[in-house]
């Protein structure tokens, strides 16, 4: 059989598709090129779209006093430094007559003093409007505080928090310090910080949000009523912050990773400030691809601690967190939580990011910059849809007690019928599992 005119088809698609990326992200005055990260796909299920809210967007710097500088521990003493953290806010606001929802953000490439992945910095476009006013006109805003892997940005996930933001959110994504693709410091940081950065800036949005605040966010944000999401070590985090602590295991590896510090302590099961730590302003829970449980991160008893519903995603391939023992495992553990776990059939770890940047693309760029994002089995756009209408199911169950009970009572595999939401022929390839609290 001659391929020759089946590969010239293949190759002109290919160059279509690059052509496509390379473009898509432009930006030129108020004019926009008709995708941007995080647009419904026509296969996209129901509740994929914007809501009814315009989205502004603004940057904070924050800084969390005293903190244990655990880079620079030494002996079992821990010295105290200052810790910056910078988020970005979406939240919904009043747009002036002429402007659109039209931002330029700024991020990176590669990873902090890598030689073989070099930082290379790019932007790309998305639907918000930098500084634009809040909208105040219909009371306070539920929070969604969002936390990244490792090393990631907070602006990993623009495809999810600026649709959030459009259906009546404030939505705070943490750039945790040491963690970032710009400033990767030793992974002792981020398995203490975690946990303890989500529940600064639960706490510093809560004080902004106050009435008397100067902030934007006075009179904004509720934060009484918080969900927590997360990314790989970001959903290491969430997880402890909502309830699961830590192993004696993990802290003993700690120990021994830190030179004697006990500071994860504070963080496991047993430790009275762990258990006092309890927020109940956090309602929910959705963790993409959580690392640990392979680590020995939680064990039964901790897993028992996660009390508010869960929403878990996975890829059944998933070779960084693992899945059967890993974050399948973690689901089944969190016996005292109303959970659910959807699956992506034969994904590996990528199931929560933007898609890959054009930037991945060009020549000379080293391949784990496109597989950082990218998926093997699945399109990037599609995840990011999927994504998108099953949290806002969850989270507005929950955080906002809307009717979505429907949307995520299918039946377990989307081969076997099309599930509630989704246009027919198009649920294939996922599962869902759903479990109550004993």
């Not at 006013?133 to 490792?150: E, N, R």
């Not at 945790?176 to 989500?198: M, V």
């Not at 680590?295 to 059944?316: C, E, H, T």
Request: glycine letters at 8%; charged letters at 20%.
């Amino acid at each position: 059989m001659n391929l020759f005119p089946s590969k010239l088809l293949l190759i002109s698609f290919a160059l279509m598709l690059l052509q496509s990326c390379s473009t898509n992200n432009k930006i030129t005055g108020a004019n926009v090129d008709s995708f941007i990260v995080g647009d419904a796909l026509p296969d996209a299920p129901a509740l994929s779209g914007r809501g009814d809210y315009k989205v502004g967007v603004r940057t904070l710097d924050l800084i969390n006093k005293n903190q244990v500088d655990i880079l620079h521990s030494k002996g079992g003493v821990d010295p105290l430094y200052d810790r910056s953290l910078k988020v970005e806010v979406w939240y919904p606001a009043i747009l002036p007559e002429g402007k659109k929802e039209l931002v330029s953000y700024n991020t990176t490439l590669g990873i902090y003093k890598d030689s073989t992945r070099p930082l290379i910095p790019y932007t790309f476009a998305g639907r918000a409007l930098r500084n634009a006013a809040p909208d105040l006109t219909t009371g306070k805003f539920p929070l969604i505080i969002v936390s990244h892997g490792y090393p990631g940005s907070r602006l990993l996930l623009t495809y999810l928090t600026e649709n959030l933001a459009s259906k009546g959110y404030v939505v705070v994504a943490i750039g945790h310090s040491e963690s970032t693709y710009s400033d990767k410091a030793a992974f002792q940081s981020t398995l203490l910080n975690r946990s303890k950065d989500d529940l600064f800036v639960l706490n510093q949005i809560a004080a902004l949000s106050d009435a008397d605040s100067k902030s934007f966010l006075a009179d904004l944000a509720d934060a009484n009523n918080t969900a927590l999401i997360g990314y790989s070590m970001g959903g290491y985090g969430v997880l402890n912050v909502a309830g699961a602590g830590y192993s004696n295991k993990l802290d003993t590896v700690f120990s021994q990773l830190t030179d004697g510090s006990n500071a994860l302590k504070v963080r496991t099961t047993n430790n009275e400030a762990y258990k006092a730590s309890m927020d109940p302003r956090i309602k929910a829970v959705v963790a993409f691809a959580p690392w640990g449980m392979q680590r020995g991160a939680w064990d039964a008893k901790g897993l028992q601690g996660l009390k508010v519903p869960a929403f878990f995603v996975a890829g059944s391939l998933d070779d960084v967190s693992g899945y059967e023992d890993g974050i399948k495992a973690i689901y089944t553990g969190a016996v005292n939580s109303n959970r659910y776990l959807l699956t992506y059939e034969n994904a590996r770890h990528n199931v929560a990011p933007n898609p890959p940047p054009p930037e991945s693309l060009k020549p000379g760029v080293n391949f784990n910059e496109y597989y950082h994002y990218a998926e093997p089995a699945w399109n990037g756009q599609r995840i990011n849809n999927i994504n998108q209408h099953f949290v806002t199911a969850f989270i507005g169950i929950y955080l906002k007690q809307k009717d979505y009970e429907k949307y995520l009572d299918v039946p377990q595999n989307s081969n076997e019928k099309t599930w509630i939401g989704f246009k027919p022929r198009t649920a294939t390839g996922l599962q869902l599992l759903h479990a109550k609290a004993k």
